[in-house]
């Protein structure tokens, strides 16, 4: 089994920096592409960032130049460090991992969600 855990949301005012973290554990042989995605309110889930195993990012359109994501292989983990929020950067903020497990099959994960609020 794979866990794929987030942290790092909250409340921010606008303007403002947040830095999230999603970690994954359980019985991994390896972590190949990971992603950040969020969904607002009445909207659908759409991608924010997606980084490989060997460190190469794809932004979506609203948050290049705001947002920076990478990896640490070793730990299994990602980070997208948020700068310069806006008000429409609030959602629930969801990472997915393509990850192989010991018995070498692969399958697609997604952890629980962090809440990320920008507010005055």
């Known amino acids: 089994q794979v866990q794929l855990v987030e942290s790092g949301g909250g409340l921010v005012q606008p303007g403002g920096s947040l830095r999230l973290s999603c970690a994954a554990s359980?019985?991994?042989?390896?972590?190949?592409?990971m992603g950040w995605y969020r969904q607002a309110p009445g909207k659908q889930r759409e991608l924010v960032a997606t980084?490989?195993?060997?460190?190469?990012?794809n932004y979506a359109d609203s948050v290049k130049g705001r947002f920076t994501m990478s990896r640490d292989n070793a730990k299994n983990t990602v980070y997208v460090q948020m700068n310069s929020l806006k008000p429409e950067d609030t959602a629930v903020y969801y990472c997915?991992?393509?990850?192989?497990?010991?018995?070498?099959?692969?399958?697609?994960?997604w952890g629980q969600g962090t809440q990320v609020t920008v507010s005055s």
């Open positions: 997915n991992a393509d990850v192989q497990g010991r018995d070498y099959l692969r399958g697609d994960y």
């Open positions: 359980g019985t991994i042989f390896r972590v190949y592409a």
């Open positions: 980084i490989t195993r060997g460190g190469n990012t």
